[in-house]
């Protein structure tokens, strides 16, 4: 499928949008494994490195993976994935807990954000979610005794195109009469100190 990738990094981090609406189209299992590489390159505290990935593209697995999700929670289930419109692969992490026990989540969110940024540049939309059903997933995937699901990246080609809003004092995203997606973010003038906070 063509994309309509951004040119620098910037630009995708600007033009990135949590998608949950995805069309029926495989997603190359060469781009999952580029995917997994941008995750596995990221920074580890300690470069202890103690993430190993699963990544899922296989129909029926995928049909039981997402069942064990849970969506867009300010709008579900108006926001969740309709029939025909479910993620067409997954990502899982799975933390090695001999590696780490505690602080891992730092490791895992450098990976998810690698892995998400990749996925845009390559036209794919995604959903980080962290609301799963970890001990289900776990036995879905055969996930061994010291390992940890962590989260989920839901992968796709994009079947929607999500819109950022001024934030006006709720976070709540919400959906037009059209289904499309608005996602309330802060103003960078709310965040943004200089040498000292205020």
Known sequence: MPRDNPVSVSDTILSRRTVRRFKPLAVDRSLLEKLVNAGRLA????NLQPLEFITVDDEEIR???FPCLRWAAYITPR??????QEPMAY???????AVREK????????AMENMILAAREEGLGSCWLLSVEREKLAEILSVPEGYRVDCVLALGYPAESPVTEEF???VKYWQDAEGVLHVPKKPLRSVFHINRFG
């Open 79 to 84: 926001g969740n994935p309709g029939p025909g």
């Open 63 to 65: 049909r039981a993976v």
């Open 43 to 46: 920074p580890s505290a300690g």
């Open 91 to 97: 990502i899982v992490p799975l933390v090695n807990l």
């Open 168 to 170: 006006t004092g709720s």
């Open 103 to 110: 602080g891992f989540e730092y490791d895992v969110g450098a």
